[in-house]
């Protein structure tokens, strides 16, 4: 395991920045965890801030206050806490695109796809907990938000209301809830999860990107010790002075400012965080529409944009890893991470559906938006409106068009060379331009692509193969053939050939007897336990 090896490409220090930014979570957490009092109750605020002393606060704003301003580095533990949550699921996020756009879900990484988006939610419930304890107007306009979209849910709406609240809303038991969720249910799955995640990535090894020496049976890079674990130590030091360095210098949710929450006082401009954004965009670029139907109210300006809206995100989420699979023609593993620019569909659908997600981010500020550039918030909103619905096509089309413009770009730099920036003047007056042929190395690069061609469904075959034969030629139809010739097409399939493992038990290799450090410690132990025994 110490020698276990690891990739060298800074695209795979994304899940580390997420991992380490968790580890800081962590430790920050457990300190203000001290400090915290989850209480809803009202006491009469003493403490160092003048403006709100002798005023009735809650116990969790109360104790948000002191440690502020009375516990000994207690304001830049919070905000270290704060920043260190934008980088975490900033990096799952990041990570999450990295691996959809190089293809790194596929089999048999599935199910690590499946833990990841797990983990992204978890992190979004997680974020939302913890920004939701201090009591203040902005946490309490979200949790007002919250109470209205469970109450948009047919029929349970009230019961899951009254669950969450403890009764009529804002009540006494929401934050102690939200701490409890906060502190322990979603960090223990979370380190469970994560733990599976890396496990997996042990247990199936990590992808890597095509080059010299590199197939799709092997892995190229260094060793886990030392010079892995050099560097990762280093990379979670740095995580941690980075996330100081922005507490010091850098104001974050000054709850001070913002006042302790009364359910009848809303904040003018109140922004969650951005993960949460794009729900609000959401409410706020769904029209007001609402059914009456056999004596209930059917919200669906609440329902669609914060229930359906994010449940089906998930689900698609979810689910991609095995429609590609389905689409795939291929049935083996697949261990080299592709170009972007050689999936041009399923590069063309990730930045459609970041197009999509970036205009509901962008509609959950308009009214700030519109604030600062002195623009009508309805204008706003009905530009956004017609920019959720026609930017993600456009950008789907051009995305698609600008991978096919990679692909021939690597074309003719493989039959007519780079460019070397020398001109020669003929004696006629003529001039040519000098090429140099590209690199071995970067050849391989450009040549090694995952390109299968799907076959047509047979004659008479069922709806269900005519569907998936469709489908899977319009994923994959789309691209530009590559000059390559009979040696290097050889040795492309060789690189792209995938593992082959024993399936029965016959054809596995039987492990030799005694092999492993514990079974021979094992064994010695027994060997001194018969001593003397006549055994």
Same mark, same amino acid.
């Given at each position: 395991m110490l020698r276990k090896v690891f990739p060298d490409h800074w695209s795979f220090l994304l899940g580390e920045l997420a991992l380490y930014s968790f580890v800081v979570l962590l430790l920050t957490g457990v300190y203000l965890t001290f400090f915290f009092r989850p209480s809803m109750s009202e006491v009469v605020y003493d403490g160092s801030y003048l403006p709100l002393r002798g005023v009735r606060l809650s116990g969790a704003y109360a104790s948000t206050l002191d440690i502020s301003f009375d516990v000994r580095g207690g304001l830049m533990?919070?905000?270290?806490?704060?920043? /260190?949550?934008?980088?975490?699921? /900033?990096?799952?996020?990041?990570?999450?695109?990295?691996?959809?756009?190089?293809?790194?879900?596929?089999?048999?990484?599935?199910?690590n796809w499946v833990i990841g988006v797990t983990l992204f939610n978890l992190a979004l419930l997680e974020g939302f907990s913890g920004y939701s304890l201090p009591d203040d107007t902005l946490s309490g306009t979200g949790l007002r938000i919250a109470e209205g979209v469970l109450l948009s849910v047919p029929l349970l709406g009230s019961y899951l209301t009254f669950f969450a609240f403890g009764g009529e809303f804002p009540g006494h038991v929401v934050v102690p809830r939200l701490f409890t969720v906060h502190i322990l249910l979603v960090? *223990?799955?979370?380190?469970? =999860?994560?733990?599976?995640h890396l496990t997996l990535v042990v247990v199936l090894k990590h992808t890597q990107w095509a080059g010299p020496g590199r197939t799709n049976r092997n892995v190229v890079g260094m060793p886990f010790f030392p010079q892995f674990m050099g560097r990762s130590v280093g990379l979670m030091f740095a995580v941690g002075g980075v996330m100081t360095l922005s507490a010091f210098l850098a104001e974050i949710n000054p709850i001070w400012r913002y006042g302790s929450y009364r359910p009848d006082v809303a904040g003018a401009g109140a922004q969650p965080d951005w993960y949460i954004g794009f729900i609000e965009g959401a409410l706020r670029?769904?029209?007001?529409?609402?059914?009456?139907?056999? *004596?209930?109210?059917?919200?669906?300006?609440?329902?669609?944009?914060?229930?359906?809206?994010? *449940?089906?995100?998930f689900a698609l989420l979810y689910a991609y890893p095995f429609v590609e699979r389905w689409l795939d023609p291929d049935p083996?593993?697949?261990?080299?991470?592709?170009?972007?620019?050689?999936?041009?569909?399923?590069?063309?659908?990730?930045?459609?559906?970041?197009?999509?997600?970036?205009? =509901?981010?962008?509609? +959950?500020?308009?009214?700030?938006?519109a604030f600062e550039f002195g623009v009508s918030v309805n204008t706003l909103t009905d530009v956004l409106r017609a920019a959720l619905i026609a930017l993600p096509p456009v950008s789907f089309m051009l995305t698609r068009r600008f991978c096919l413009a990679l692909q021939a770009r690597d074309r003719s730099r493989l039959l007519d060379g780079d460019e070397t920036g020398r001109i020669d003047q003929s004696i006629e007056g003529g001039f040519e331009g000098h090429r140099r042929p590209v690199r071995p190395a970067e050849r391989q690069v450009m040549l090694v692509r995952d390109a299968p061609t799907p076959p047509p469904a047979p004659a008479g075959a069922p709806r269900r193969e005519r569907a998936r034969a469709a489908a899977s030629s319009w994923f994959y139809r789309d691209r530009v053939e590559l000059p390559a010739s009979e040696q290097e097409s050889e040795r492309v399939a060789a690189i792209l050939t995938a593992p082959q493992h024993p399936r029965t038990p016959v054809e596995r290799t039987p492990?030799?007897? +005694?092999a492993g450090p514990l079974r021979r410690v094992l064994r010695g132990i027994t060997r001194r336990r018969r001593r003397g025994t006549g055994r």
């Open positions: 533990v919070r905000q270290i806490h704060h920043w /260190s949550a934008l980088l975490f699921v /900033s990096a799952i996020s990041v990570h999450l695109l990295r691996v959809f756009f190089t293809g790194a879900f596929r089999r048999p990484r599935e199910l960090p *223990g799955l979370l380190l469970a =999860l994560i733990g599976a670029l769904m029209p007001a529409v609402e059914t009456r139907l056999l *004596g209930h109210t059917l919200s669906w300006n609440v329902l669609l944009p914060a229930v359906v809206l994010p *449940g089906l995100m083996g593993e697949h261990h080299l991470c592709d170009r972007p620019r050689n999936k041009p569909t399923r590069t063309a659908l990730g930045v459609a559906g970041v197009v999509f997600y970036a205009v =509901l981010l962008v509609a +959950g500020g308009n009214d700030v938006i492990r030799p007897v +005694g």
